[in-house]
Structure formats: C-alpha cells, structure tokens
C-alpha cells in the first residue's frame, strides 16, 4: 500500500504522514487549517519537534508528501484527529472523527483500509464503522463480533505512544499495537506500519487496543497521582518530599516517582477520564487519581499566595511573582492542558501581585495569558521578589541562574 491518506496534521498526523513518505510512500496529509496546509506545501512545519522540519521538507521537495484541504483516494486512510471533552462531564467528543467518515466515505474502494489513530473511547472504532456503512450500503464493513468474516473494507485501531519531543525517533523504534476488527485487518495494518516502524507489531482486536491506549496513560496518571498526594501530606507534616521519595526509592521494589504542578498534555490528562466516563460505578482508582491530578494546580496556587502574603507582611507593598515554565512537560513549547497555564491564569485573576512569566520554548503567550508579561529568566530573576518553579526546563536546573532570589520549587531537585 503505497498510496496514503492522513487526516489530521498536527502534533501525530504530521510526524506520521512524514514518516511515511520518508519511506517511500505518496502521502496527502488532509486537514481543516489552511494556514498548516500552506506551512506543510512550503517544506516547513506549524508545530516544534526536534527533526521533523528536514524530513518534511524532503518529503515534499522529492513529491512524496502533499498537504490538502480534501482528500483524495488512496489505499490506505489513516485518521488522527482530536478526540476531546463535549463539556464539564468529560464525555468523549467523537464530533471530528464522524467528520472525517463523512469526508471519506464518498472514496472508499473495495480493499481499501480504514485506521483510526486518534486516543478514543472503547467501541469507538465500531462507531466509526457505523458512520462509513450509513454512507455506503454498496460496501460490506467489518464486525467486531465477526473476526473472521471478510468485508469489503479493513479497518483497524492503532494507537501511537509517542513522547512529545523525541516523536520522530520513537514513531520508528516503539512497538506498535494493531487492532484489527478482523484479522484480514489486523495483517493489512501490519503491511502499513512495516513500512518504517522497526518495533514489535503487537496483534490484537480494535476494542483490547482502544482500551490499551487509555490503560498506559491512565496507570502513569495514577502513578502520578501518588506522588501528586505524597507531596501535599509531606508538606502537611513539614517534611521534604523530595527526599523521602529518594529514600523510599533506594527499596528495590519501590520507584515513586516526582510530584510537580499537576498533570497536562492530551493524553494523561484527558485518556482516563474515557474509562471513567464509561465505568462511572467501576472506575474508582482511576476517577480518584484524575480528581487528585486536576487539583493539585490550585494546591500550587494557595502555596503561591501564601508566600505574596508573606513577602507583604514584610513591607513589599505589590510583590513582583515570576511564574517559571507554561509547557505541560519538560523542553517542549506545548502548552495544550498544562497545569502550569492555569496555575497562571489563577494568579493573575488574582491580581495579588504583578507576575512575569518565563517560557523559552514559545515566542508569544496565548490569549487566556495576555494579561501576563512573558520575559527571559535573567529578567525574572532582577525584577522579582519571588520565582516559582512550575516546569522543570533545562534552563532552570541551574541553582545559582535563580540567583538569590526567594524560590518556590514545585518539581523538585531537577
């Protein structure tokens, strides 16, 4: 299958459909947002991963990648679109993957192959069935309960586990799951993902592989969560939780791992909110270390006010706060579901005191931030009364670059 389409263009569908005609694949990159289609055409890219701009701008020179606002056919679509919240009960929106159904139904063929990448709920993928075969009563489609039936179309779930900044290398060398509906399906996957992933191909079916996905990202949430509550309590009884988790650690069965200013990202801090909101009854751990997670933002909050109050009590009339990070990890500029953004936006509602915010990773702040004043970390450190670590960069490992200045550290020793 050397024909491919990729709906979605952003922090997954780009990199993949890159990867892809890196090896040798024509691939039409589909997606909504004209400005990305524009950036993509021209060789270049509309988000930051280290690697990707010279692969993309190879792939599109030799004519190997093009980017559209419509697709067109191909052998083989894959769909990695967002999956988000319709609202404040964190039921799954599935809105941008009946969209792309919709869009793509028209061109299916018979043989063709239909790959759902985006992080879904359980029986999503079936869903997504549903939505091609109201379009197409001419085609036959695949049945979960009927995994060696042919069909006319192959469809599979495939999920990617990449991290945020070393996406390039680890869509090549992570092992892969592939969820077929049937098992046509599965090894007609197999054959696409073979064309650069050096990995383990893992066999299952398209539901055991939606619900892996939201597994690994919601056993790292409770794992989180743990240390996230650890911190909370040590500060409680005035001991240092960095190095009671070192100590506990030295256990050769123990590996806690280090708090910070909650939990950010689209995966940790959305995936098991899908299991919940399927598993109300069921899902008690799980429901438990999300509500733990989403709170600790405002735990950070009442410490950063607490320590204004303080610097007030001792005659600084508006004390000058710099808030140290934005991104939801370490040395990367995305700041999609950050726990340090809100953390932000909290203080400056406030308005307590007059806050500086260090980001080295983007250029501007995002509109929810405007009232903020984004600045490098040599001018926090002069002008400020007290910094506050949120983000544990690169840029702030060094102790003696904070200076002297009064530091709230809420990610550790880093």
Request: net charge negative; proline share 5%; with cysteine.
């Amino acid at each position: 299958m050397k024909n491919i389409c990729v709906f979605g263009l952003g922090y997954i569908g780009l990199p993949t459909a890159a990867m892809f005609a890196h090896h040798g694949a024509n691939v039409v990159g589909v997606d909504v947002n004209q400005h990305a289609v524009d950036t993509i055409n021209k060789g270049k890219i509309h988000i930051v991963e280290p690697g990707l701009e010279a692969i993309v701008k190879q792939a599109v020179d030799n004519g190997r990648l093009k980017a559209n606002l419509t697709p067109v056919h191909s052998d083989a679509y894959l769909i990695a679109v967002p999956t988000p919240f319709k609202g404040d009960d964190h039921t799954p929106d599935l809105s941008y993957i009946h969209a792309v159904s919709k869009a793509l139904a028209p061109l299916l063929e018979k043989g063709d192959l239909v790959i759902l990448e985006s992080t879904s709920p359980v029986g999503a993928t079936e869903q997504m069935v549903k939505w091609l075969a109201a379009s197409r009563s001419d085609l036959t489609f695949p049945k979960y309960h009927e995994p060696d039936t042919e069909a006319d179309i192959y469809v599979a779930y495939c999920p990617e586990r990449v991290l945020p900044g070393k996406v390039v290398e680890e869509l090549i060398s992570n092992d892969r799951i592939i969820g077929g509906m049937t098992k046509e399906s599965t090894n007609k996957a197999k054959e696409v993902y073979r064309i650069f992933v050096e990995g383990e191909l893992l066999e299952t079916n398209s539901r055991t592989a939606e619900m892996a996905k939201l597994t690994e990202n919601a056993s790292r949430d409770v794992s989180i969560a743990f240390a996230n509550e650890l911190s909370i309590i040590s500060d409680k009884l005035d001991i240092n939780v960095w190095e009671l988790i070192e100590l506990a650690n030295h256990h050769p069965r123990v590996n806690i791992l280090q708090p910070g200013a909650g939990v950010g990202g689209h995966c940790i801090a959305v995936d098991p909110w899908f299991i919940v909101n399927q598993n109300p009854d069921e899902a008690k751990i799980i429901r438990a270390a999300r509500e733990i997670n989403d709170s600790k933002p405002n735990w950070v909050v009442d410490k950063i006010n607490a320590e204004v109050d303080k610097l007030k009590e001792q005659g600084v009339t508006r004390p000058t706060v710099a808030l140290l990070g934005l991104a939801f990890k370490p040395d990367i500029d995305d700041l999609r579901e950050s726990p340090a953004v809100n953390i932000a936006k909290k203080i400056l509602d406030a308005d307590n005191a007059e806050i500086l915010l260090v980001e080295p990773h983007i250029q501007t702040l995002p509109e929810k931030l405007s009232a903020g004043t984004l600045v490098a970390l040599e001018t926090a450190v002069e002008q400020s009364d007290l910094l506050v670590v949120l983000v544990a960069h690169d840029e702030f490992s060094d102790k003696a670059s904070l200076g002297t200045v009064n530091v709230v550290n809420v990610v550790g020793n880093h």
